[in-house]
């Protein structure tokens, strides 16, 4: 069993930063995808990053929304994952999801086996 706790969301200015983070409880195996999807109020939830765990796999993914303004990165160490935001948007808002699982498809959502609770991020223009 994983537990995954987010944190880091607030209110911010367009243009602003902020930094997410996952922290996470339990086994994380070598073959997990840790993963940020969001979900603004009334759309579906969508893919926003993600990397492979094993520290000898270079995969990572972003959607085009947010490549060159976002990256996440990882702590092995500390079972973190991070998403830095920079340039922010009004269109960035929503409530941000950590993801973990031992998927092939980064990118579905519907193939991630563990949550965490979610964290608002609001980006007033």
């Known amino acids: 069993q994983v537990q995954l706790v987010e944190s880091g969301g607030g209110l911010v200015q367009t243009g602003g930063s902020l930094r997410l983070s996952c922290a996470a409880s339990?086994?994380?195996?070598?073959?997990?995808?840790m993963a940020w999807f969001r979900q603004a109020p009334g759309k579906e939830r969508e893919f926003v990053a993600a990397l492979s765990w094993n520290l000898f796999s270079n995969k990572i993914d972003y959607a085009d929304s947010v490549k060159g303004r976002f990256t996440i990165s990882r702590d092995n160490a500390k079972n973190t994952v991070y998403l830095q935001m920079n340039s922010l948007k009004p269109e960035d808002t929503a409530v941000y999801y950590c993801a973990a699982g031992p998927t092939m498809r980064m990118r579905a959502a519907d193939t991630y086996d563990y949550w965490g609770q979610g964290t608002q991020v609001t980006v007033s223009s």
């Open positions: 339990g086994r994380i195996f070598m073959n997990y995808v």
